[in-house]
Structures are given as structure tokens and as C-alpha cells.
């Protein structure tokens, strides 16, 4: 494990390494070429902020799809429930109208 | 006047559309501008390209610019923002690779070697210290390079990374342990 002096003075000669790192100059003429590519540039015309809005039309329309789908699937939940209601109430009232003859023969048998 | 006031100064003008403000503006920091992406990602054709499009970043967004605050910490952040850009741009096209300066023939400003055999030695070292620089994530990237090549302090490096100074000094403690690792031989 290094010491912490041993760590220092690895710090210190990283920090001193890095200072050889040479990096370049300006070329000749940077400014006026930036200058030139400033001019260049064609003037924003008055509707330039309108491809801002462009991913907002898309995300409302990602939103309409999404909700559109949403409510058709509520919908078609709610006619199953429906149909399955239906269907079980029907059922159901099968079983009184057996129950109700069955009463009936229950009564018929009655001395 | 001292250099701020100076350059508050032309970033008013440049407000009201003064392009012979703008100019000097380029000429009082290309180099530090220019310098400061290439250390970031080595193409020396790039730096150049990248910076112009950092100084005309500075000029369309003047109108923004607040005299109170300090001009180079606010146009280092507009540099730090281009080299991440370039360096998620790049990302998404993975063919394209970080050239060193060297391979593509720009000469480094202080060439002071005469013997090839020296010139090749200091080749390799000025590649593996870029590299080593590149592969840094992007903060600790610009706090280094803020801190050890241009003498910002950490009060201006929080500014541009928009933390705070023990921030800045946790990414420079992760910077230069990385650094020591992946430079550990040529120290």
C-alpha cells in the first residue's frame, strides 16, 4: 500500500507530467475566418422558432394516439363488463325461474 | 482596466451588434478557447472548427450575456457544452475516432526537438496524456484541464460545471487518481 507521502509525490509528478502536454496555437487567420462563417450564416428568417414546436406537435400527437387507444380500450372494457353481466344475469335469473318451479311443485305436493 | 471590465465591456458592444467588438473578443481568447477544446479532444482541425463555433454561440447568445457575471466563466461553459456535444455526436457515430493532433500533421506549438528520436519519445507521451485526458468522463475532464492548464479556480470551475466547489474538488481528487493510473510509467 502506498504511503500517503508516496501518494503525494505521485500526485505531484501527475500535475507536473500533464504541464508537457503541449497544445496548439491559433492558425493564422482564425478570426477573420470566423468572422467570415458569422456573415455567412444565412439570417434567421421570422419563422425560425416554428422547428421548435415541431417535437411539440409530435408529442401531442403521441398524446392524442395514446389517449385515443386509451378511451377505445375503456370502451371495449366496458362492453365486456357489460356482456359478462348480461350473460351471468341471465344465468342467474334462469336459477330463480327453476327455484320458483320448484317452489311451485314443492306447493303442489302439499297435502 | 483590467481584463474583465475589458471584456464586459466589448460584450455590450457585441449586445448592440458591433462585429468589430466581436472580433476582438475572437482575438483576446482564441487561444485559450482553441486550446482548451484540443486538450479535450485532440483533433487540431476540430479545435479550430469547434471554436468558431463556440464564438459564434458567444454572439448569438449576447442578448443573454449579464455584465455582473464573469465573461470567461460564461464562455468556458459555452465550451464545455461543445465538447460534450461533439463528444455525444461522436458517440453516435462510432467509425469517427478522436485523432491526435500529431496524426494529422498539426505541429504542437513548441516543438523544441531536434533529435527524431526525442521528437518520436515526446510523440508518444503528448498521445498517451490526450488519450488519457479523452477517456476522463466530461466534467472531470474540463475541471482538469480548467484547473491545471488554464488556472481557473474552483469558484469559476463550479460556475462552468454549475456545482459546487467540493464538487469540483471530488472530480478533480477522481481526475488525477484516474490520471496516475493510466500515465503510471511515464512518471
Partial sequence: ?111 | MIAEDADAALMVRVKAGDQSAFRELIERHQRVVIATIHRAIGDAWEAEDLAQRVFIQIYHSAGRYQPTAKFTTWMFTIVHNTIRNEYRRRSRHAAQSLESAHETGWEPADQRAADPGEAAANSELQARIQAAIGDLPASQRTAIILCRFEGQSYEEIAHVLDCSVPAVKSLLHRARETLKEQLRGLY
Fill in chain 1, 1 to 111: 500500500m502506498n504511503q500517503p507521502s508516496q501518494r503525494s509525490s505521485d500526485d505531484d509528478k501527475v500535475w507536473e507530467l500533464l504541464g508537457r502536454h503541449q497544445s496548439i496555437e491559433p492558425s493564422v487567420g482564425f478570426a477573420d475566418r470566423t468572422m467570415r462563417r458569422l456573415t455567412a450564416e444565412p439570417p434567421k428568417p421570422a419563422w425560425s422558432w416554428l422547428p421548435s414546436l415541431r417535437w411539440a406537435g409530435v408529442g401531442l400527437a403521441a398524446l392524442a394516439v395514446v389517449v385515443t387507444l386509451g378511451i377505445g380500450q375503456h370502451a371495449r372494457d366496458t362492453r365486456r363488463a357489460e356482456l359478462y353481466v348480461q350473460t351471468h344475469q341471465a344465468d342467474y335469473l334462469d336459477d330463480f325461474d327453476v327455484i320458483a318451479a320448484l317452489d311451485q311443485l314443492a306447493g303442489e305436493n302439499q297435502l
